[in-house]
């Protein structure tokens, strides 16, 4: 069940990506992150009333640590999506776990004597092996697809899967002490919201234009369901056939960029799409089997 939930996940969370693709034609990020945050907030406090879950929380600071690095990911990713095809905004931002591993082979580097006498930790090796391959997909992928005034786009598109994952390991230790899940998508939407609005202040409003504002509730509404789904299927603890289903967010965020905007990729393109989603699952697979209680991160 809990990879029907993450199944259902990936899918509105590519679904949301492209009605702010569509919005961001009139909207800019902090705008529709606020928007995001608005509609987050209405629909899980009304699934809260009817599920008679109390919204108050004993654990404010994490849930103000998940909502912060959340709605950096949040503000990235959005940017991205407006500025690049569908499809690469959607893969760099699956990068979470290939980001993962390299802080992992970097600390294991460091704080590794060579002459203490002992080996290098094992699988070491291996997660290096995953992270060169996942940076080389992003070349890969990057180079044909971008135009020069979207290598910005392309870095903050990088940035967002960096901060996604922090943001995904604390959904994981809510989980894991009991939050509720709409307790904790509930308050993501509040700093959503309360980050949106600070954006909207610093950087003024865009005019109002009712086609592209039709599409700022489906937006709200999809990433509700799909962080519900998400939270729904970690909190009960993460296996690796969960942990590698995230990566059918990429998948449908492909098929969304031929079908509905006509993106063109190059064979080099998908190739680089495939080496990122082949390095992500095997980076979650060698860190699994490396400490099997250790999190997995999602989407």
Not at 24 to 39: K, N, T
Not at 69 to 89: C, E, M, Q, R
Not at 229 to 249: D, E, F, I, K, W
């Amino acid at each position: 069940m809990q990879a029907l939930w993450m199944l259902a996940a990936s899918l509105f969370f590519a679904t949301m990506a492209v009605c702010v693709k569509f919005a961001s034609a009139s909207f800019h990020a902090s705008e529709l992150v606020f928007w995001r945050g608005v509609i987050g907030m209405a629909v899980m406090g009304l699934w809260a009333r009817s599920q008679r879950t109390p919204l108050a929380t004993q654990y404010p600071g994490m849930h103000a640590w998940r909502s912060l690095v959340g709605v950096l990911s949040l503000g990235a990713w959005f940017y991205a999506i407006a500025g690049l095809p569908l499809a690469t905004a959607m893969t760099l931002n699956y990068m979470s776990s290939v980001w993962i591993a390299a802080f992992l082979v970097g600390g294991t580097l460091i704080a590794w004597n060579p002459r203490s006498g002992q080996p290098l930790p094992g699988r070491q090796g291996a997660l290096a092996m995953t992270v060169l391959a996942g940076f080389a997909g992003v070349v890969l992928m990057l180079r044909p697809t971008m135009e020069q005034h979207q290598v910005f786009a392309g870095l903050v598109g990088l940035l967002s899967g960096l901060l996604s994952a922090f943001a995904y390991l604390q959904v994981m230790a809510l989980g894991k002490i009991g939050e509720p899940e709409v307790r904790t998508v509930f308050y993501f939407a509040v700093g959503s919201a309360v980050a949106g609005a600070a954006g909207m202040v610093a950087g003024g409003m865009s005019p109002w234009n009712w086609g592209s504002a039709l599409w700022l509730l489906p937006i709200g509404l999809f990433a509700s369901l799909g962080q519900w789904c998400m939270t729904r299927a970690y909190s009960h603890g993460a296996t690796l056939v969960v942990a590698n289903l995230q990566y059918s967010g990429i998948v449908f965020g492909a098929l969304y960029s031929l079908l509905l905007f006509g993106d063109r990729i190059p064979l080099a393109g998908w190739g680089g799409i495939a080496l990122i989603l082949g390095s992500g699952i095997a980076a979650t697979v060698l860190r699994a089997r490396a400490a099997p209680d250790a999190p997995a991160e999602e989407h």
